[in-house]
């Protein structure tokens, strides 16, 4: 079946540096999806990414669908940041589900 | 950004017994999901709805489940009888469109959590 594989599995950063978060697929995708898992469980859609590079303000998407995998990049990481974070694909030819990685969880550390 | 609502936060109810888990998504959203994930688990896809009628399902969406929107009111999950597995939270998902078009995004309720006892 349809794998999104995630790396690092954890990340643990000074504040003030730069996390690139990894993101690999084993089928065609039609889009990416980056998501923030706080701790409590609920997620914030962070980036929606058919392909190229999409910015907002600290963030940015890049998706390669030709080559199975993205990228989430965040510059100049805040403590505030820590938490998990979910890479989703949407396959191509699918009814628009998602299939989610497992998740970076990423440590801001002052 | 846009918010979709879930009620109940959280629902305990005896294995056997039937749950309703609600979702009020995006007001102009056409596109309704939900997703199933057990603690310290992968997100995973149930079923996905749109004008009135089930697009997909995943082989997680067993018989005892359904889903329903009537009258567009709450999209609703039912799970009907619950077995001790049922036992995850549940998040609710829209959509205003969806593959590469614009507005594929898909946003997420905050989740139910059942537990089944």
């Known amino acids: 079946g349809q794998q999104v594989q995630q790396s690092p599995a954890s990340l643990v950063l000074q504040e003030g540096e730069n996390a690139e978060l990894q993101c690999n697929f084993s089928?065609?995708?039609?889009?990416l999806q980056w998501f923030y898992q706080r701790p409590g469980g609920s997620l914030v859609s962070l980036l929606s990414n058919p392909s190229g590079t999409k910015h907002t303000g600290r963030l940015t998407s890049t998706t390669v669908t030709k080559e199975r995998r993205g990228s989430l990049h965040i510059s100049s990481s805040q403590i505030t940041d820590s938490g998990t974070y979910l890479c989703?694909?949407?396959?191509?030819?699918?009814?628009?589900?998602?299939?989610f990685g497992q998740g970076t969880v990423l440590s801001v550390i002052p | 950004g846009p918010k979709v609502l879930q009620i109940p936060s959280h629902q305990i109810i005896d294995m056997g017994q039937m749950v309703t888990l609600n979702c009020d998504p995006v007001s102009n959203h056409l596109y309704f999901y939900w997703y199933k994930q057990i603690l310290g688990q992968q997100m995973e896809f149930l079923v996905n709805f749109y004008n009135g009628k089930v697009m997909e399902k995943s082989k997680l969406f067993k018989d005892q489940f359904s889903v329903e929107r009537p009258d567009g009111s709450y999209f609703t999950l039912k799970i009907q009888p619950t077995a001790l597995e049922d036992s995850a939270v549940y998040f609710c998902a829209s959509s205003q469109n969806r593959g590469r078009e614009d507005y594929a995004e898909q946003f997420f309720g905050p989740g139910t959590r059942l537990t089944v006892l």
């Open positions: 989703a694909m949407e396959p191509t030819g699918g009814n628009n589900k998602l299939t």
């Open positions: 089928s065609t995708a039609t889009r």
